[in-house]
């Protein structure tokens, strides 16, 4: 029997968490349309991510490694999966709202320009030299689900206030916007989006550990001189102790007793601060808390803290990373400052945009639209640009549009 969207609502009523989202009591969208036939709202959310350009795209972004240096290591589309499926399995654990925890974490990335956080910090620079607030990657994803994206009647992706909320109020050690004002009615975000930036936190720990072992930034042994219990552990388990081959270490049997230690250590500390609450506490009682709910214990938490300075020192400021995103930096500002001075060199669909917008008559709007323009395009789009606008030697043919 194919259930209907009343049926799949009734199940969340059913059985879902007091405290979880249900979709027949979303908050709405930011344009009115009618509900969908088959799906909850916020199946509907998820799907309208996944089938948008900016999720595409992330597959040819940088997560920490420059896309063009191999294919062996994450990208951001690999990272946003696996935050993806820790998400779930937080969600379907504490009886959350599977779907939206979802939702958010496919979308929590789709702000992030070329080149990683390097990139973010050029186009943040160039920017506030326009006078701009700046540029935060959390924030132009809510730009793109609620303006760029243009796949249908309306701007955007007209997504619930609940997904919206999640990206608003998304943090972890390496986010921390200023939530917009329509998201200040509560100290923390619903418990799908505090499960959504959890998991951000373990996928990226995790995954950039063993993507850095392979890579030889430093040894398993050198982990383990950290003495970080949690992460010996687990070390000891996968019988990686010493310097086994990388072949070993790309197994992935580190990463996976690591990420089901602290998704256990999740669980346990976030039952005891819902228990903390009262009795069957409601979506808004969680908003309501002092500090999120879902969230690790503290010996947990200093142990992931102590393995981020770590990653920190060893890998994301190492003059090799650092070399490889100095190079898009340059790149972004070289087509940037081209673009802006040639807007008739824009692809003929942006040209368009662009006049619709009236960025046209206006430098400030123009520099805005240019940052658009090359924050959505991918690390290899951005080296081709380049080589079209300025080696006088390739061919623009394939170029025209």
Not at 83 to 108: E, K, T
Not at 113 to 130: M, N, R, S, Y
Not at 339 to 345: K, Q
Request: hydrophobic share 40%.
């Amino acid at each position: 029997m194919i259930r209907a969207r009343e049926q799949l609502e009734a199940l969340e009523e059913a059985n879902l968490a007091s405290y979880a989202a249900r979709s027949s009591r979303s908050r709405g969208r930011l344009h009115k349309e009618p509900p969908p036939t088959l799906r909850t709202a916020h199946q509907r959310d998820r799907d309208r991510v996944i089938h948008s350009e900016a999720f595409r795209r992330l597959q040819h972004k940088t997560q920490v490694f420059v896309v063009q240096e191999g294919d062996a290591y994450r990208t951001r589309l690999t990272h946003t999966i696996e935050v993806s499926q820790i998400a779930r399995s937080l969600a379907a654990f504490l009886g959350a709202n599977v779907d939206l925890a979802d939702c958010i974490a496919l979308m929590h990335d789709l702000g992030h320009p070329p080149f990683g956080h390097q990139g973010e910090v050029e186009l943040d620079t160039l920017a506030k030299e326009f006078g701009l607030t700046g540029f935060d990657h959390n924030l132009h994803c809510l730009r793109i689900v609620d303006h760029l994206e243009r796949r249908y009647a309306f701007p955007g992706l007209n997504l619930s206030w609940e997904a919206r909320e999640g990206i608003g109020k998304h943090a972890t050690a390496f986010d921390a916007p200023e939530t917009p004002e329509e998201f200040r009615g509560h100290p923390q975000a619903g418990v799908e989006a505090q499960i959504a930036n959890v998991s951000d936190m373990l996928a990226y720990v995790t995954h950039d550990l063993e993507d850095a072992l392979y890579f030889g930034f430093f040894t398993v042994s050198e982990v383990q001189a950290l003495d970080l219990p949690l992460v010996n552990a687990a070390i000891a388990e996968a019988g990686l102790e010493g310097s086994p081959p990388a072949r070993y270490v790309r197994h992935g049997a580190l990463t996976r007793r690591v990420i089901g230690s602290l998704v256990q250590a999740t669980l346990h500390e976030t039952e005891r601060r819902l228990a903390a609450i009262g009795e069957a506490p409601s979506p808004d009682d969680v908003r309501a808390q002092p500090e999120a709910v879902v969230a690790l214990p503290e010996a947990a938490e200093e142990q992931v803290e102590a393995l981020i300075g770590f990653l920190l020192q060893r890998v994301y400021r190492h003059p090799t990373v650092e070399m490889m995103c100095d190079k898009g930096r340059r790149l972004l500002r070289q087509l940037f400052e081209h673009f802006l001075r040639h807007p008739e060199h824009l692809p003929r669909r942006m040209q368009a945009q662009r006049e619709d917008e009236g960025a046209a008559d206006d430098e400030q709007l123009g520099a805005a639209f240019v940052l658009d323009f090359l924050a959505g395009v991918t690390d290899r789009r951005v080296v081709e640009l380049h080589e079209h606008v300025f080696n006088p030697r390739a061919r623009l043919l394939p170029y025209i549009d």
